[in-house]
Structures are given as C-alpha cells and as structure tokens.
C-alpha cells in the first residue's frame, strides 16, 4: 500500500473540520475525566491573553492515531483564520485554512474537502476575539505546569471533544506556549497533535495559505 499514513491521518482531520470546540486528555498530562470541573476564570484570561498577543506561529508537529502511529510535519498559523498543516514527504495530504474555511486537499485521488472554520475545534486558535467563558473550562491536570483548556458543545455530543494544552512559561507571549491537543471523536478515536520548535510573530507570507487544486478542470464547451 502506497500511502499506509493516509488511514490514521483521515479521522484526525475530518474531526479538526467537524467538531465544534469539545475536549478530553491532552498532551503530556494525566487524562482528565469529563464531570464536575470547576470554571476557571483567570486561566481562561491569560489564554485569551496569549492568543491576542500571537499574531502568528510556526512548529513542528507529531500527529499520534490511537494505534500509537506517528507522523510529522510542520504546521503555520496566522490570525485570524490561517493555519497549513503540511505532512512530511510520502503522506499526499494537505489542510490548510484561509480565513474561511477549513480544507483539506488530497493529492493522491485529487479530492477537495471544504468546512467552515466556525466549525472547527481549531475556531478556538485562530479567532482571539471569542469569548472563551461561553464554551471553555481550564480542568485539572497531572502535570501543574500544564494549563488545559476544555471545551465540549452540550447539545451536540456525538462530535465528540477536545482538550488544548498551555504550557506556562514567562519567555511566550501571555506566559503561555501552544503544546498541543488531543482530538477524541463519538467513536472513542483518539488522535494527538504535539508541538514543538515553536516560533511566535516571525514573518509569515500569506502565500503560504495557497494550495494547488488537483482537480482536472472541466473541458469548456
């Protein structure tokens, strides 16, 4: 099989573009059960601080299924609205969001899979202007040095949650730096997005958001 990353990497983003903002465990910290978590109204704060004071991000990224299969690539992030996750050499897969919506490119079967980024988990790094109280919770974790933000849509459970995971360090913009988050769908699919080298208000091009539509264009008339 030419492309054997392409199973463990289609769930993950079929749910980066169709969860709302939900959660679970995260990385690098003790999972965390879903009941009786209390707010956290100062830690949500300083979140909302650390995404109005990025204007944009660069990183390495490992992406786990819950089979424990991992793959890299490099993700870049410029808000509002603009992220590229670009898959290492061999996986024909590209996601890229341009401020409207979320896509993901196939080169392999040269398919083209548009959502809105309002639907995605991701909605919640890209937009700094949300109101983090009205759908997210800092929940407990093992790790004090960790702050883990939780979101779950209530009425719509069978999208499943995700969890995003701080670490606090005074050196990041708001004293906080993006480690990652975790992704578990209805069906109990987890997969995990690690960060790492990361790399805040560098120069990002907006060419960086473009994409190459491998659809055969159709004969006119």
């Not at 590229?84 to 061999?90: L, S």
């Amino acid at each position: 099989m030419p492309y054997p990353e392409k199973r463990m990497i289609r769930p993950t983003l079929f749910a980066l573009a169709a969860v709302p903002v939900a959660a679970a465990a995260i990385v690098g910290a003790t999972p965390v059960a879903a009941p009786a978590m209390a707010q956290a109204a100062g830690p949500l704060a300083q979140v909302s601080q650390h995404l109005r004071a990025v204007n944009t991000m660069t990183a390495s990224f490992s992406q786990t299924d819950r089979n424990g299969k991992t793959i890299n690539g490099t993700l870049t992030l410029k808000r509002p609205g603009r992220i590229r996750f670009e898959y290492q050499k061999g996986v024909p897969l590209l996601v890229v969001g341009d401020g409207k919506a979320l896509t993901m490119i196939d080169y392999q079967v040269k398919q083209v899979s548009r959502w809105p980024i309002g639907d995605s988990p991701l909605s919640v790094l890209l937009d700094p202007s949300k109101d983090l109280s009205k759908f997210a919770k800092v929940v407990p974790g093992g790790d004090p040095r960790l702050l883990i933000v939780q979101a779950r849509d209530p009425k719509r459970p069978e999208f499943g949650t995700i969890s995003i995971a701080f670490a606090k360090s005074p050196a990041a913009p708001g004293g906080l730096m993006l480690r990652g988050w975790t992704i578990v769908d209805a069906q109990n699919n987890r997969s995990t997005i690690q960060l790492s080298n990361q790399a805040f208000n560098v120069a990002v091009s907006d060419k960086a958001f473009r994409w190459n539509d491998p659809r055969p264009r159709n004969p006119r008339g």
